[in-house]
């Protein structure tokens, strides 16, 4: 095999817009990201409920045959 050909893995720091930050291996030393699992709203259990019923409702006026 071809000796040093392989790129340097290292430590990365991966900063999210909240704040947090995490140490991962990567190939680049530091990295950003807009949204991570401290601040999503799955894993937070923050989520929003959205009326599906009443958007169905319109789609079925809308293309009802008639």
């Known amino acids: 095999m071809k000796e040093a050909i392989h790129p340097k893995y290292q430590k990365c720091v991966v900063s ?25 709203p799955f894993f937070t259990g923050k989520q929003k409920l959205v009326d599906t019923e009443g958007r169905v409702d319109a789609f079925r006026r809308r293309y009802a045959k008639g």
């Open 16 to 40: 999210c817009a909240c704040g947090n930050q995490m140490e991962v291996f990567s190939l680049a030393q530091k990295t950003s990201v807009g949204i991570c699992s401290k601040c999503h």
